[in-house]
């Protein structure tokens, strides 16, 4: 079974490196500046508990040769549509893509383009972050787990055989058989904390402070929930009460990564993820005051971008 | 017709300026720092084609003199009750308080303190700035009306009077019959061009521009007149449009005072206006999730100002 990592940033990189490390057959498609660094130094994983250092095949778009079983899409969801141009032709006729993207919305876009049965459905979760110097750093050693299936929720030798991989790269895994409902539940959640930090541009531990705080979490979350409940998936009471969990410790620094993408003047995937859930709020009648008025920051933002460049 | 001025800020310096150049007895309540700024430079208000300068009388608190006729409050909300304090022993038995700040509270507390027949109705859609020098500066043209009334919205001598001398120095008023539903309805709109500035920290064309902007101010608009609709006080759509064509003008660089507030580290009106709002909208039984976001996010600056001091 061949893979093919589209993106060695944080996700990529680790899942990638752990298949590696268990021994399966890896390639990275990266743009020609990350591959000059992964020739120079290897994939470099830093965790708390010891430092995992291999050399890495990397590849580039006009360079890519088939046929990869298995694509890990890693990208970010702007870049989605160039990571199909690119590996699209090199994905063999029975092959699979595995997406780890943040959203719902790139799975209709990658079954558009690629045929629903080579799409599955996919969840990662890693605590790490690519630093300057292109190593994979992580402040914990424990939960960076994968979870991924078919998006009918069927079993198939396909899935078991991935997990088999990642389980011999020591990556907890799991096949899903509600895949989908559980990127649903996992967008309501990321879109609440990135509402939240959008809107109040601070860390948790200051949201739980502000008297207005809780109320304004309980509205942000209440919004995301009757957005994707009306969509069919009513987010589980466990991601509620993760979510506001998160908002309700004092002195706590937690941000979302779009805070951090915010502050370092970056991209965000706020149309992919905000922007779908309004544009489906509006479809629905939902009314979706907050998540309109974080989708409506993070415009400006881009646009604010778009002058400096 | 004696007059004392609470507050030299711009607005203050703006009304007691023009007062006196219309030839009325005028002297400003102010702390000691802007009285010495005031001795040495004058009060300075400058305007597109002239430029007003004179010595003016200043008292401060501990060394009142009067009595006076008019109390003229342009101070901030969160100052208002040292306000009262000290222009109190110095108020005439038949004088009157006219109060020119945004928002709704500031009446009550007022009657509370004064009692009714003491306090008039005051609002204004005039927008002046001060520079660093303590001078003011009339923006544009200057237009922007003043009104100002009786709460019980009967004729008086004493708002005839009030009338006459803006007249003679040059500020465009109006005696209002109407003056408690035209506070509410500047309350509605600013709230929400407060909430809105304050959500995006961004001036009213980039909200402008951005394509979630037009839904995202429609919203915030329907909010604060939901809440001061179920006070009895629905806004006029003029009012409405007047504050939705603001945040429509691509380009523009117009922003409610709060915002130059927070762009300059100073203490906002957050609990007077939006948290007022926000606590009426509770007792209601109105859901204002925009209006609950932005007083959170005031309260986040709030406390990260008080961490600096």
């Not at chain 1, 990638?16 to 890896?26: E, H, I, R, T």
């Amino acid at each position: 079974m061949r893979f093919l990592i589209i993106g060695a940033g944080a996700f990529g990189g680790y899942y990638g490196g752990m298949l590696l490390k268990g021994g399966a057959d890896v390639t990275f498609l990266v743009r020609s500046r990350r591959a000059a660094q992964l020739a120079e130094r290897g994939l470099v994983i830093r965790r708390a508990d010891g430092e995992f250092m291999t050399p890495v095949k990397t590849v580039r778009a006009d360079a890519l040769d088939g046929a990869y079983d298995v694509v890990l899409l890693a990208c970010k969801a702007y870049d989605l549509d160039t990571a199909v141009d690119d590996f699209a032709p090199a994905l063999s006729p029975a092959g699979a893509v595995l997406p780890i993207l943040n959203g719902i919305n790139h799975i209709e876009t990658l079954a558009a383009r690629l045929g629903r049965e080579r799409v599955l459905g996919g969840l990662g979760m890693v605590n790490g972050e690519l630093t300057p110097e292109g190593v994979i750093a992580f402040r914990l050693a424990a939960d960076n787990h994968i979870s991924f299936g078919e998006l009918d929720g069927q079993p198939s030798g396909r899935c078991e055989e991935i997990r088999a991989a990642f389980d011999a790269g020591g990556v907890p895994s799991a096949v899903s058989e509600r895949i989908v409902a559980e990127m649903w539940g996992k967008l309501c959640g990321y879109a609440v904390a990135a509402t939240v930090a959008t809107l109040t541009r601070a860390r948790a531990g200051e949201v739980a402070a502000a008297p207005a705080g809780a109320g304004f979490v309980d509205a942000a979350l209440d919004e995301c929930a009757r957005v994707t409940m009306a969509e069919g998936y009513p987010p589980p009471p466990e991601i509620e009460d993760f979510v506001r969990g998160l908002y309700a410790r004092l002195g706590s620094d937690y941000r979302p990564s779009i805070a951090v993408d915010v502050e370092a003047a970056r991209p965000t995937e706020a149309e992919h993820t905000i922007g779908d859930l309004v544009r489906r709020a509006d479809r629905r009648g939902v009314e979706v005051p907050i998540l309109r008025a974080a989708l409506c920051c993070l415009q400006i933002h881009e646009a604010r971008r778009g002058q400096r460049s | 017709m004696r007059f004392l001025i609470v507050g030299a800020g711009a607005l203050g310096g703006y009304y007691g300026g023009m007062l006196l150049k219309g030839g009325a007895d005028v002297a400003f309540l102010v702390r000691p720092q802007r009285a010495a700024q005031l001795a040495e430079r004058g009060l300075v208000v400058k305007r597109a084609d002239d430029e007003f300068r004179t010595p003016v009388k200043t008292v401060t608190a501990d060394a009142k003199a009067g009595p006076y006729d008019v109390v003229f409050v342009t101070c901030k909300a969160y100052d208002l009750d040292t306000a009262i304090d000290d222009f109190t022993p110095v108020l005439t038995s038949s004088g009157a308080v006219l109060p020119v700040l945004n928002g709704i509270n500031h009446i009550t507390r007022l009657t509370d303190r004064l009692g009714a027949d003491r306090v008039l109705g005051g609002v204004t859609f005039f927008s002046v700035v001060r520079t660093p020098e303590g001078d003011v500066m009339v923006p544009g043209h200057g237009r922007g009306r003043t009104s100002f009334g009786e709460l019980t919205g009967e004729h008086s001598a004493r708002c005839e009077a009030i009338h006459a001398a803006f007249t003679v120095g040059g500020v465009p008023s109006t005696i209002s019959a109407n003056i408690v539903t035209e506070m509410w309805e500047k309350f509605s709109g600013f709230a929400a061009a407060a909430a809105i500035a304050v959500l995006t920290r961004a001036r009213a064309g980039e909200v402008a521009a951005a394509p979630a902007g037009a839904g995202f101010v429609d919203a915030a608009l329907d909010e604060s007149a939901q809440v001061t609709t179920a006070e009895g006080y629905p806004p006029s759509t003029a009012i409405t449009d007047m504050y939705r064509r603001a945040f429509g003008e691509i380009g523009s660089n117009a922003a409610p005072s709060m915002l130059y507030d927070i762009e300059n580290g100073r203490q906002t009106e957050a609990e007077h206006i939006l948290g007022d709002l926000v606590n009426r909208a509770d007792r209601l039984g109105v859901n204002v999730p925009i209006l609950r976001a932005a007083l959170c996010n005031l309260q986040i600056y709030e406390a990260r100002r008080r961490a600096r001091i």
